[in-house]
């Protein structure tokens, strides 16, 4: 069984990106090195700020779509219900 994660980066002036993967390490590096072309890179929205696991592509997408319809005041509690400092998770995974 494969899994999925969908996940919010940040940038240090907190811009936000939500995203899908089914890598999140492989995502991660990707972001953090400027490989995504277009509006991460532009902003250098390079920090893993929440992530959560799905079992299956269709949730993952699906959850990905309504964290996106949500206000930003909604992201950013929810960023904070697990991350209040906004650490970069990926750190704990990358070194």
């Not at 991660?28 to 532009?42: A, C, S």
Request: proline share 1%; with cysteine.
């Amino acid at each position: 069984m494969r899994n999925y994660y969908v996940y919010i980066t940040a940038s240090i002036s907190r811009v936000l990106y939500i995203g899908v993967t089914n890598d999140l390490v492989r995502r991660t590096y990707e972001h953090k090195n400027g490989l995504v072309q277009g509006f991460t890179k532009r902003y250098k929205v390079d920090r893993l700020v929440y992530f959560e696991e799905c079992g299956d592509v269709v949730a993952a997408i699906a959850r990905e779509k309504q964290l996106k319809g949500w206000k930003r005041e909604k992201k950013i509690a929810l960023i904070e219900s697990i991350n209040p400092a906004w650490n970069d998770l990926s750190l704990e995974f990358t070194g």
